[in-house]
């Protein structure tokens, strides 16, 4: 189950995974567009729920599931140092 709550004039939704609480501002005024997060959020914790969706190992929870599934923890960027770039 996932609620929104107001704090001051924005909304954050707050949600439990797993007996883990999560907790994230939706950066919006609107109730009617944190009310969509909120229906987006609890289809997606239904799809975790039946396994249709799987939250990757490495992937934040709670930004994953915000972000309809497409938002894992990304790859860090493999930096060469200059000296490599330069000798090939």
Same mark, same amino acid.
């Given at each position: 189950?996932?609620?929104?709550?107001?704090r001051?004039?924005?909304?954050r939704?707050?949600?439990?995974?797993?007996?883990? @609480?999560?907790s994230?501002?939706?950066?919006?005024?609107?109730?009617?567009? %944190?009310?969509? !997060?909120?229906?987006? +959020?609890? $289809?997606?914790? @239904?799809?975790?729920?039946?396994?249709?969706?799987?939250?990757p190992?490495? %992937?934040?929870? !709670?930004?994953?599931? +915000?972000? $309809?599934?497409?938002?894992?923890?990304?790859a860090?960027?493999?930096?060469?140092?200059?000296?490599?770039?330069?000798?090939?």
């Amino acid at each position: 189950m996932a609620s929104i709550e107001q704090r001051g004039n924005s909304f954050r939704i707050v949600f439990r995974l797993n007996a883990q @609480r999560f907790s994230r501002s939706l950066n919006t005024t609107s109730r009617r567009t %944190a009310e969509a !997060a909120l229906a987006r +959020l609890e $289809d997606n914790l @239904r799809r975790v729920n039946i396994g249709t969706l799987e939250i990757p190992d490495s %992937a934040d929870p !709670a930004s994953f599931l +915000l972000s $309809d599934g497409k938002h894992a923890e990304q790859a860090p960027r493999h930096v060469d140092r200059i000296c490599t770039c330069f000798n090939s």
